[in-house]
Each structure stands twice: as structure tokens, then as C-alpha cells.
């Protein structure tokens, strides 16, 4: 049954209207959240509702979105936030969108970008404005590649306003990378921190400056906010931001006790472990890249 269904949708795709970059959809009035529930069919995210008209996009494994992203459908236009953000991943984004509004995506809120990489973060619409911070823009303009899309970049901080909820950017700076930005909606009490949070993982640091980072999750945590969206990993709570500093700060612990020591880089990869993490996401693929960033940031950081 389910299966005639979908057919019949489909054989009707053509009386509806075309959204930009969605698959074929079939309106339907939602009053209480003032969107469209249609049929939408992309492979990078599940779409899971946090409040009226704000929703998660949880990167789904093995997909084509390697991190998390959100987006918030106002009243004139939408909003829509992300990194690592591949022609792939874009395209998904959007016709999830399409398939919950009209309304088009004014602004995409770029959250951070490692420099080195032109693979992501190029292939928005022809004329989609895209906001970062300006350290975000400085490693975009470094790219051998030119950004093509139009670009705001803030210094401190910006909020929008696109009816009926505020969305507040803060500038972290150096965090996960040397521009990272949270976004907070009040209305909704969320939080997007992209990858300044990992879920039950240990993260991907080789960009990260580590005492700043962990400024940043304190930042995070203080916000209180009820439901925090991370760069990987399901929707979280202001706990998920405590256990996953905890973790960080048993990191950087164990690092510094190898230099302190006197060890080289080689020596403290070669002997480091932490038991207590071992079941964490990625800790047999990535610690080996996170120690090298954390070793380095650190020894420069005291001196050594």
C-alpha cells in the first residue's frame, strides 16, 4: 500500500510547485508549525523537529555530510547553518528544506572552515549569501579556489531576525579552528556548536587550539541551553558539553605530562593511551592526528 502510495505521489510531482535544489514534493497545510510536510528523498541527514520550526540535521553514517547542520524556517525566510558543508551534503540540505517550506534560504550560516581544504564550503547556490565569521572568510580567501557566492563576515557578533525568532551569532575565535561561531536561538532554547562538540567521540582536532577550545565549551555549557546541536552525534544537552570537556581535559592532561616530562612527539604517541576513552568514537583512527595538533599547541603555548 505504502508503495502505490509513493508512485501516486510521484505521477503528481508535476502539479506542485518546483522548490530550488528539492525533489519532487506534495504539500500539505501545516497549521501549527506554519511549514510544509511533503515527501523528500536525500541521503546525508535525518531530520529531527526541536522546536516550532527549528530543526536538526543529524548527519547520517556513511552518508555524504560528515558533520551535523540546522536550519530555522521564519516567517519571511529561512536560515540555514552548517561546515564541511560538500556540493553533496548542500544539495541534501536543501531539498530537505524544500520539502518543509517555500520559503527560500536567505542565509547560510557558515560555522568554521579549515584552510587547505576546496572540496567543502564552495558549492552553495549561484547568489546564496553566506555568513562566517572573519576569520572563517580570511581562510576561505586564502583557498587556491575563489569563493564565487556572495559573503557576509562579522567581527564580534550578529543576530537575525527572520520573524517570529532571534537567531544570535557569537564569534568564539580560536576554538576548533581559528574561527568558530555558536549560534543560539532563545526562543527555542538551542544551541548549535557545530564541531566545537563531539558526541561520544574524540573529535577531530588537527586544526584546534586547546585551551581556547575548552574556553569555548565553557562558553557553551554556560549558554544552559536546553538542547545542543554538535557536529557529530545525536541532539544533546548541556551535559553531553560537561562529559565531552571532561574528556578533553583528560586529553590535554595526559599530553602535557609527556612534555613536562621531557618526551618527544614521537615517544608520546608511541606510549600514550587512555583507557577510560577507548570506547569513544575514533579513538583508534584519529588519536594519533589529535595528538600531534594537541603536542604541538601546547609546547608552544608553555614555552617549550
Known amino acids: 500500500m505504502k508503495l502505490l502510495l509513493i508512485i501516486a505521489l510521484a505521477l503528481l510531482g508535476g502539479l506542485f510547485t518546483c522548490l530550488p535544489l528539492g525533489a519532487g514534493t506534495v504539500p500539505h497545510d501545516s497549521k501549527a508549525r506554519g511549514t510544509v510536510q511533503v515527501v523528500s528523498v536525500q541521503a546525508s541527514y535525518v531530520i529531527e523537529p526541536l522546536a516550532s520550526n527549528v530543526f536538526a540535521a543529524i548527519a547520517k553514517p556513511g552518508g555524504k555530510a560528515s558533520t551535523n547542520a540546522l536550519f530555522v524556517i521564519g516567517r519571511e525566510y529561512v536560515v540555514a547553518a552548517g561546515a564541511h558543508m560538500t556540493r553533496e551534503a548542500i544539495t541534501d540540505l536543501y531539498t530537505a528544506i524544500a520539502a518543509r517550506t517555500s520559503k527560500p534560504v536567505k542565509y547560510f550560516i557558515l560555522a568554521h572552515h579549515h584552510s587547505g581544504y576546496t572540496n567543502i564550503d564552495f558549492d552553495f547556490p549561484a547568489g546564496q549569501d553566506v555568513l562566517m565569521t572573519w576569520q572563517t572568510w580570511r581562510n576561505l580567501d586564502s583557498e587556491v579556489r575563489d569563493p564565487a557566492f556572495p559573503h557576509i563576515f562579522f567581527n564580534d557578533g550578529l543576530t537575525l531576525k527572520p520573524g517570529g525568532v532571534t537567531i544570535i551569532l557569537t564569534n568564539i575565535g580560536k576554538g576548533h579552528t581559528d574561527g568558530d561561531l555558536v549560534l543560539f536561538i532563545p526562543e527555542a532554547d538551542v544551541v548549535f556548536a557545530s564541531d566545537l562538540l563531539y558526541v561520544n567521540s574524540v573529535g577531530y582536532m588537527g586544526s584546534g587550539h586547546m585551551t581556547e577550545w575548552l574556553m569555548a565549551l565553557d562558553f557553551v555549557e554556560q549558554l544552559g541551553a536546553e538542547q545542543v546541536v554538535p557536529g557529530y552525534g545525536p541532539v544533546s544537552s548541556v551535559e553531553d558539553v560537561f562529559e565531552f570537556g571532561q574528556y578533553f581535559r583528560d586529553f590535554l592532561t595526559a599530553v602535557l605530562q609527556h612534555i613536562e616530562r621531557g618526551d618527544s612527539l614521537e615517544k608520546t604517541i ?15 583512527q584519529m588519536i594519533k592526528l589529535n595528538l600531534q595538533r594537541a603536542y604541538q599547541d601546547l609546547k608552544d603555548d608553555f614555552g617549550r
Open 270 to 284: 608511541e606510549e600514550f593511551d587512555l583507557p577510560q576513552h577507548r570506547d569513544k568514537d575514533g579513538y583508534q
